[in-house]
Structures are given as structure tokens and as C-alpha cells.
């Protein structure tokens, strides 16, 4: 597509329960990466993407967080027993990845309330 | 680890006027993006800049490397230049992001 969709656009849930949030990158795009932004964190790396590999998954909390890529297109990140803390904007980018020229689009974001 | 520190943290313009935010960071780098989010909340990719300067319209940014620090430069503030400007630095696999400069362009 044009640019980075990103499904729900708003979540709530109640603690204890899985979310699923989507995320469909510009086509072509190899690399894809998942960011968490919350009031008290700032901008949280989480997880990338190349193709449907996750070389580095070093940002994802806790054993709750998962993802996978499949396609090496659309991504999907799984919150396992929402906590309160969850709370956050869980925005994805996408990148062409070619040397030299990285540059990162980032989607809307999906906004996730755990009450 | 990497740290990334930009300043000033907040920034009050009137329309018109110029600024320079300043981005530091704690390692070399290959990589570093500056970003806008609008009050909306997107993120907008503003430049990948990990030497050198390029400039884009009323903005232009440059990179140090070697001193490690990275300029963006607001000329002719608009009302919509408002929003958070984030550095971002690190590898193609990972950025690290600054806490943001936060932005407001008065009338």
C-alpha cells in the first residue's frame, strides 16, 4: 500500500485478556519494526522484522509479547493477560533497509488502553 | 547503552521566527533519523542523516559524526511546524529515541 496501516486504531480491553494488533507495511518493504510509546517511556523499541525473520527481539517486556511476520508482509503483535502497564500507543514502521538510505515510515499507530 | 539527549525540551516560537534543536548521542553512528510528530500523533520521518547536511525546504539538518551531535534547523516557523521532534539514533536493525524536543509556534 501507499503507507504503514495499522489495525485497531483503538483497543480496549480488560486486564487479563489477549490483544492482537496488525500491521500491513508499504509493499516492498523488507524490514518492519514495532515501537511502544507511553507517557512515562517515551519511544520503546520492541521488535524487528527481516522478512519473516526476527533477528532482534531484544525490546519485547516480558514473555507476554509476541509477533510474527508472515509473507514477509503483514505482522501481527500479540499481548498475552493484558496488564494496566500495556497501556500504551503501539506504532510499527517499515523500512526498504537498502545501505544507506533506512529510512523508517511509521504507521498511525494502534492505541491500547488496559483498564 | 546508547543514550540519545536532545534540547532544548521545549521551545515557544513565534510565527516567523528561526530555531535549532540539538541532538547528542553516545556512540558512532550509521544511523540517525530525525522525526515530527504532529499533535494528531504521527510520526513523520523529517531525515536520515548519519553525516553530513541536507536540507529539505524550510528545514535542513547536519550531522557531526565525529563530535557526535546532530543540528535541525527551523527556518520561517509555521503554526504547523508545532508538534514533538524526536532524534533517533542507533543501527538499521534498532533506533534508540530521544525524550523529544516539544515545539509550539504561536501566531
Known amino acids: 500500500g501507499a503507507g504503514v496501516s495499522q489495525s485497531p486504531s483503538n483497543k480496549v480491553t480488560e486486564k487479563g485478556k489477549d490483544v492482537e494488533l496488525r500491521c500491513d507495511p508499504i509493499?516492498?518493504?523488507?524490514?518492519l519494526y514495532w515501537y511502544r510509546q507511553s507517557l512515562g517511556q517515551g519511544l520503546e523499541f520492541l521488535i524487528y522484522?527481516?522478512?519473516?525473520?526476527?533477528?532482534?527481539k531484544s525490546g519485547l517486556p516480558s514473555d507476554r509479547f509476541s509477533a510474527e511476520r508472515t509473507g514477509g508482509s503483514v505482522s501481527t503483535l500479540t499481548i498475552q493477560r493484558t496488564q494496566q502497564e500495556d497501556s500504551a500507543v503501539y506504532l510499527c514502521?517499515?523500512?526498504?533497509?537498502?545501505?544507506?538510505?533506512?529510512?523508517?515510515?511509521f504507521g498511525a499507530g494502534s492505541r491500547l488502553t488496559v483498564l | 547503552g546508547i543514550q540519545v539527549e536532545q534540547s532544548p525540551p521545549d521551545l515557544i516560537l513565534q510565527e516567523g521566527a528561526n530555531s535549532t534543536l540539538r541532538c547528542n548521542f553516545s556512540?558512532?553512528?550509521?544511523?540517525l533519523q530525525w522525526f515530527h510528530q504532529n499533535p494528531w500523533g504521527q510520526l513523520i520521518n523529517l531525515f536520515y542523516?548519519?553525516?553530513g547536511t541536507k536540507q529539505n525546504g524550510r528545514l535542513s539538518a547536519t550531522t557531526v559524526a565525529t563530535e557526535r551531535y546532530s543540528l535541525l534547523y527551523i527556518s520561517s516557523s509555521q503554526t504547523t511546524d508545532s508538534g514533538v521532534y524526536f532524534c533517533?539514533?542507533?543501527?538499521?536493525?534498532?533506533?534508540?529515541f530521544g525524550t523529544g524536543t516539544r515545539l509550539q509556534v504561536t501566531l
Open positions: 514502521a517499515s523500512s526498504s533497509n537498502r545501505a544507506g538510505a533506512n529510512v523508517l515510515t
Open positions: 509493499s516492498g518493504h523488507t524490514a
Open positions: 522484522f527481516q522478512g519473516n525473520s526476527a533477528p532482534d
Open positions: 556512540d558512532s553512528v550509521n544511523n
Open positions: 542523516i548519519p553525516s
Open positions: 533517533a539514533f542507533g543501527t538499521a536493525s534498532k533506533l534508540t
